[in-house]
Antibody, heavy 124, light 112 residues
């Protein structure tokens, strides 16, 4: 049974760096083809993909946020960490992490399991 | 503004069939398969359709997906009250800057 859970601060100040951790179970990031990523959703708005990391350390980022994002994995702890620098009130959103199963293929890609999400508010 | 265009809202009565469209371009829908996600307000999205028309285990066959060229559609037949939710299409965009995942703006489905 695959589960994912996001953790991190619920409130950050403008210009600060946000660090979120996704702790998962039921799969391993050592398995060929597996990926874990982050998606966010501002209140009342659309889903926005942020980043993805694969078992082989292949990393993908949203072009619009690439300069501010870093995604890393700790395979032994079953965790994926996302950092987003220079936070702004427009970054207020629910942040989700999600699992991407094999194969290692954009054409056949899907997010099949999602965490419950964590609301991060940016305010001074 | 989303790369994939969906109508902001849709509606139907119980038992009806409704369709939700998702329009893209040759670099996204035209080149990759499409996923659909269902999101009940206040909860995480749930995978509804993948690879254009495949249903994960547990998704009723009332839900179906299709793709033609640079557009995709989600159809819900025998509409039920519990289908009231937001629906999001998504796929990869193979831009010159490198591939990135894109979502549509979402469609709020109301069951009248």
């Amino acid at each position: 049974q695959i589960t994912l859970k996001e953790s991190g601060p619920t409130l950050v100040k403008p210009t600060q760096t946000l660090t979120l951790t996704c702790t998962f179970s039921g799969f391993s990031l050592r398995t060929s083809g597996v990926g874990v990523g982050w998606i966010r959703q501002p209140p009342g708005k659309a889903l926005q993909w942020l980043a993805l990391i694969y078992w082989n350390d292949d990393k993908r980022y949203s072009p619009s946020l690439k300069s501010r994002l870093t995604i890393t994995k700790d395979t032994s702890r079953n965790q994926v960490v996302l950092t987003l620098t220079n936070m702004d009130p427009v970054d207020t959103a629910t942040y989700y992490c999600a699992h991407a199963p094999p194969p290692y293929s954009n054409y056949l890609f899907r997010w099949d399991y999602w965490g419950q999400g964590t609301l991060v508010t940016v305010s001074s | 503004q989303s790369v994939l265009t969906q109508p902001p809202s849709a509606s139907g009565t119980p038992g009806q069939r409704v369709t939700i469209s998702c329009s893209g371009s040759s670099s996204n829908i035209g080149s990759n398969t499409v996923n659909w996600y269902q999101q009940v307000p206040g909860t995480a999205p749930k995978l509804l359709i993948y690879r254009n028309n495949q249903r994960p285990s547990g998704v009723p066959d009332r839900f179906s997906g299709s793709k033609s060229g640079t557009s995709a559609s989600l159809a819900i037949s025998g509409l039920q009250s519990e289908d009231e939710a937001d629906y999001h299409c998504a796929t990869w965009d193979d831009s010159l800057k490198g591939p990135f995942w894109v979502f549509g703006g979402g469609t709020k489905l109301t069951v009248l």
